[in-house]
């Protein structure tokens, strides 16, 4: 049995792409800074034609920054693989290059995790805009195992960006899996699959940023359909490859999910928007969409996850 550390080096890992150089400033000295100091900060350049990257970074003059520098966009998957096979720490932390620590964050983190003796943690997260506006003062997330375990089916419960995770895991699942922007989903459910502790510390730890011009529109529709396909294969969610997914995404089933999807989209526009005949019609329609179910139920969870 490996001895316990009172002092555990955490490896942040983050990779970097296209946010502004400000927000890169920020959300590295946000984990410069903070009370809990045994780091090495992992940071991949995933963006070789920007070279005002490089330079924030090196302007940072810490001997904790290790700096990788891809040769190519290789995307978010990839990159944090790279940084976790270069981790060196017994626990690994996230963090996303236009978001916010706060500064007891990594602190508070690895104390819940040891002393609830949990593998995974994330925690809850106050919502800011473009400019750095808190537009919502606290997102919650369940907090037990028991509780993240049930509402996983409904979407990940916790929050990519604030996870600290015992190295082991990491290297037990293999990283993450190649899945089109439910990289993190996919994670998670591996983790519960193999009996590994999820929770969350009921405390707003990070400030995430949110953009108006955020996912396109078709790109998130996929991301739902694919979440809900994750979902629905939770159980068997290790039979499930990168190549099956991948076939999924090709089928015409995944096409008819999207065609009812979008239809449904465009009801609720008519009734948001329309009058007459024209908003009578999509009212009498939309209850045959199976999404309009699927949307109330997602409601009634988040509400439910955010309070219980």
Request: charged share 30%; proline share 1%.
């Given at each position: 049995m490996?001895?316990k550390s009172n002092?555990?080096?955490i490896?942040?890992?983050?990779?970097?792409?296209?946010?502004?150089?400000d927000?890169?400033?920020?959300?590295?000295?946000s984990i410069?800074?903070?009370?809990y100091q045994?780091i090495?900060?992992?940071i991949?350049d995933?963006?070789?034609k920007?070279?005002?990257?490089k330079?924030?970074?090196h302007k940072?003059?810490?001997p904790?920054?290790?700096f990788i520098e891809?040769?190519k966009?290789?995307?978010?998957?990839?990159?944090l693989?790279?940084?976790?096979?270069?981790a060196?720490g017994?626990?690994?932390?996230r963090?996303?290059a236009?978001?916010?620590?706060?500064r007891?964050?990594l602190e508070d983190?690895?104390?819940?995790i040891?002393?609830?003796?949990?593998d995974v943690?994330?925690s809850?997260?106050?919502?800011i805009?473009e400019?750095?506006?808190?537009?919502k003062?606290n997102?919650?997330f369940p907090t037990?195992?028991s509780?993240v375990?049930?509402f996983?089916?409904?979407g990940?419960?916790l929050a990519?960006p604030?996870?600290l995770?015992?190295r082991?895991?990491?290297?037990?699942?293999?990283?993450?899996?190649?899945?089109?922007?439910?990289?993190?989903?996919?994670?998670?459910?591996?983790?519960i699959?193999?009996?590994?502790?999820v929770g969350n510390i009921p405390k707003?730890?990070?400030s995430?940023?949110?953009?108006?011009?955020?996912?396109?529109?078709?790109?998130?529709?996929q991301?739902?359909?694919?979440?809900?396909?994750l979902?629905?294969n939770?159980?068997?969610?290790?039979?499930?490859?990168?190549e099956s997914?991948?076939?999924?995404l090709?089928s015409?089933e995944?096409?008819?999910?999207?065609?009812q999807?979008?239809?449904y989209?465009?009801l609720k526009?008519?009734?948001?928007k329309?009058?007459g005949?024209?908003?009578i019609?999509?009212v009498a329609?939309?209850p045959?969409?199976r999404?309009?179910?699927?949307d109330i139920?997602?409601k009634?969870?988040?509400i439910l996850?955010?309070?219980?």
């Open positions: 490996k001895k002092n555990p080096k490896s942040v890992i983050m990779s970097v792409y296209n946010e502004t150089l927000e890169l400033s920020s959300s590295i000295n410069i800074k903070q009370t045994n090495e900060f992992i991949v995933d963006n070789p920007n070279k005002n990257i330079t924030v970074v940072i003059k810490d904790r920054i290790k891809n040769k966009n290789v995307g978010l998957v990839q990159s693989n790279k940084a976790i096979s270069q060196t017994c626990f690994i932390a963090m996303d236009d978001d916010i620590s706060k007891n964050r983190e690895l104390h819940y040891e002393r609830n003796k949990l943690v994330g809850f997260l106050e919502i805009d400019n750095g506006v808190v537009r003062k997102m919650n037990t195992v509780h375990k049930f996983m089916r409904w990940s419960c990519h604030t996870w995770v015992r082991e895991v990491y290297q037990k699942l293999n990283g993450y899996r190649n899945i089109p922007s439910c990289e993190d989903y996919d994670f998670i459910l591996r983790a699959a193999h009996g590994y502790k707003v730890e990070l995430y940023r949110i953009r108006q011009s955020g996912v396109s529109k078709s790109h998130e529709s991301q739902f359909l694919l979440r809900d396909y979902a629905r939770r159980k068997r969610i290790d039979l499930l490859t990168e997914i991948a076939k999924f090709e015409r995944f096409q008819k999910q999207l065609k999807l979008s239809h989209k465009k526009q008519i009734i948001k329309e009058s005949i024209k908003k019609k999509a329609e939309i045959g969409n999404f309009f179910w699927r139920v997602e009634i969870t988040l996850r955010e309070h219980i």
